[in-house]
């Protein structure tokens, strides 16, 4: 089995430098045999979200898989609908029940907008009951991170963000990093976007070292010290993306890979007031409430 590198967190806890997310797997059956297959390849850690709706699947995963609790990093976001203290306190409670598990060891806020403040105190209070291991944000920019920290006792352990080879994000990362905030990456190969793995520069990386483009580009985050959580729902592209750590890529291959950054996301601009009333939709009623 692959023995996968951990990193440690600011808070002291360990957390597999790369892992298995479950985006875009709505379907019950699917999402259990999916998360039941990456534990039997060999991933430790799962990264799901209440707004994936595949909790109770995943929980039921975990629970088929015959690995033991302990050895499973479990992640999961709340989302924007209970970003209040009282209604996040109420959907760590549902989180923990969905995924049928005593304790989570990463909770991240999905999205940077909202009741940050309220649901963070929430998630703190968890993690002091045991509920919780480590928190977390995710698709938050460093302004943002430090606003969160300005007004709040624990740090975020982590920060999961887009990053791809067409949006690298390196002042992003280095911030985060000199923060002692460990980089977590979503979307690590663009949803395919652009050509990716048929890129002639990866391709070219990929063949000197007899490795897929996909795994170039795992590795490329790996050597950046970012956390990666690619998904696939096929028992050998999940091998693949696994076995990623008998090469090395070298200082020439990062910089030709450097130089394909576009530096602009490939899905939308949490900049952009427009994402962001997308983003919130229906959940913006249901907070007033």
Known sequence: MTNIPYVKLNDGHKMPQLGFGVF???????AVKTVEMALANGYRLIDTAEAYNNQ????EGIKNSGVARDEIFLTTKLWVSNFTYEKAKAAIDNDLKELGTDYIDLLLLHQAYGDVYGAWRAMEEAQKAGKIKSIGVSN???DQLVNLQLGNNVKPAVNQIEINP???REPEVKWNQSDDVTVEAWAPFAEGKDGIFTNPVLK???EKYGKSTGQVILRWLLQRGIVVIPKSVHDARQKENIDVFDFELSADDMKKIAALD????QFFDHHDPMTIEQIFGSSLAQ???
């Open 24 to 30: 875009q797997i709505p379907d019950h059956d699917q």
């Open 262 to 265: 576009k530096n602009k996301s």
């Open 287 to 289: 907070l007033k409430d």
């Open 140 to 142: 938050f920019w460093p």
């Open 166 to 168: 067409w949006f690298q």
């Open 204 to 206: 070219e990386i990929g």
């Open 56 to 59: 109770q699947a995943v929980g």
